[in-house]
């Protein structure tokens, strides 16, 4: 894993997230590591989510939009 200074990673960055393509790099500032480049996971495997999954399995009430309450009610208007 090599480690590149912040100061000397900023004008270089395009060529080290080329790097980072095969190897991971760490960023440091002073000494300390505080980002590092790698790798990004390749996604096109995964299967892509579907939209809708739950259509006609959620059930609300008729009165869903019904006003509430006055018992209820008050406990919002309470502040």
């Known amino acids: 894993m090599r480690i590149v200074n912040l100061r000397a990673a900023k004008p270089h ?7 980072a393509a095969g190897e991971d790099i760490l960023i440091a500032r002073a000494g300390r590591p505080v980002a590092r480049l790698m790798p990004l996971q390749d996604l096109s495997g995964h299967p892509r989510r579907q939209l809708g999954q739950l259509a006609g399995q959620l059930r ?18 309470q502040g």
């Open 13 to 19: 960055l395009s060529r080290l997230v080329d790097a």
């Open 60 to 77: 609300l009430p008729e009165d869903c939009d019904a006003p509430l309450p006055n018992a209820g009610l008050a406990g919002f208007e």
